[in-house]
């Protein structure tokens, strides 16, 4: 009988299909392999099915084997909440609200991208007049630290833009919640706002960095994060003048903008030039509205060449959009 013979050139058909078949379960294979029809080799085709199934990995991390400064921007999935979201990376409702200025009446949606850290982690932009010590007293932090947490090395070396990592407890928590509602009193009171308002008004007279090109990417959230600026694409080289007269603050090399360029228009009023191919004046200068400050590029983080424009308040990175005459 067949089923007696080991070896036989049926087993070993058996034993291919159900291989063919089954890959991913070695225990099928073998119950119906059967005790009767086992060539020598089935050990090893089990053993070889086992070790090349993939194991299902877990889907919560060890928060102490994760980078506590990396940034995860999150798409929102259907259904998630804040609250959900929060503990799938052990943080907190507050914290992601601060973090991506919600607040109360905020409703998130499927699509939405959010800046996520892992555990109660606090994401701080630095903006003008902003110093280590003064932040370190502010969120209730040692700053040895926030310096060694963000590997900062020389603390008056920090840029307006740059982002510093703030490790969470109650008090830094309610310390920026109270800035947050502060910042929002703020824009309803009209000092300070991102749509066209009081500020507005009182704003320079600023005009286009140049009139060719088409916008590539607006202010506002993207895929990869949020973008804080404006992207104008033009070709390389095409001069890039002032909105606004006054003093060159950074011209330079400027990390992921490359070549930059920002000018202080006074009033807390800034613009920055970024991923310039060529800069045409230096720090200190003062330009008129209209000079030619850089010639466009794709420096730094670029995957094109363009101009990535940025209009400053006190600080507070606006749409330029709401400032810029329409074209």
């Known amino acids: 009988m067949v089923g007696k013979i080991r070896c036989s050139p049926w087993a070993l058909l058996l034993a291919a299909f159900l291989f063919a078949a089954f890959p991913n379960n070695a225990q099928a294979l073998e119950q119906a392999a059967g005790a009767n029809i086992r060539p020598p080799f089935l050990d090893k085709l089990v053993e070889y099915v086992e070790s090349n199934t993939p194991q299902e990995e877990e889907e919560e991390e060890d928060l102490e084997e994760v980078d506590p400064t990396e940034i995860i921007y999150h798409r929102v999935r259907r259904g998630e909440t804040v609250g959900s979201i929060a503990d799938?990376?052990?943080?907190?409702?507050?914290?992601?609200?601060?973090?991506?200025?919600?607040?109360?009446?905020?409703?998130?949606?499927?699509?939405?991208?959010?800046?996520?850290?892992?555990?109660?982690?606090?994401?701080?932009?630095?903006?003008?007049?902003?110093?280590?010590?003064?932040?370190?007293?502010k969120y209730r932090v040692k700053r040895s630290e926030l310096m060694e947490l963000n590997q900062v090395d020389n603390p008056e070396g920090l840029q307006i833009g740059d982002i510093l990592i703030i490790p969470a407890n109650e008090e830094s928590v309610e310390y920026a919640l109270s800035q947050q509602a502060a910042s929002r009193t703020t824009v309803r009171t009209g000092t300070s706002s991102d749509t066209p308002s009081r500020s507005a008004r009182e704003a320079p007279r600023f005009i286009w960095p140049t009139l060719e090109g088409w916008i590539s990417s607006p202010y506002g959230p993207r895929s990869s994060g949020f973008h804080y600026g404006l992207d104008i694409a033009v070709v390389t080289g095409t001069p890039l003048k002032a909105i606004a007269a006054g003093t060159v603050e950074y011209s330079?090399?400027?990390?992921?903008?490359?070549?930059?360029?920002?000018?202080?228009?006074?009033?807390?009023?800034?613009?920055?030039?970024?991923?310039?191919?060529?800069?045409?004046?230096?720090?200190?200068?003062?330009?008129?509205?209209?000079?030619?400050?850089?010639?466009?590029?794709?420096?730094?983080?670029?995957?094109?060449?363009?101009?990535?424009?940025?209009?400053?308040?006190?600080?507070?990175?606006l749409n330029p959009v709401n400032y810029l005459p329409k074209r």
């Open 252 to 317: 330079g090399w400027r990390g992921g903008y490359g070549r930059a360029v920002i000018v202080d228009h006074g009033d807390g009023w800034k613009s920055l030039y970024a991923h310039a191919s060529s800069l045409k004046v230096s720090r200190g200068q003062w330009v008129n509205q209209g000079t030619v400050v850089a010639l466009s590029g794709s420096t730094g983080n670029a995957t094109g060449p363009h101009v990535h424009l940025e209009i400053i308040k006190d600080g507070k990175k």
């Open 88 to 137: 799938r990376y052990r943080s907190s409702a507050e914290v992601i609200a601060l973090n991506n200025d919600l607040n109360s009446s905020s409703q998130i949606q499927e699509g939405d991208v959010l800046q996520i850290t892992r555990g109660l982690v606090i994401i701080h932009e630095i903006a003008s007049g902003d110093t280590i010590w003064d932040i370190a007293a």
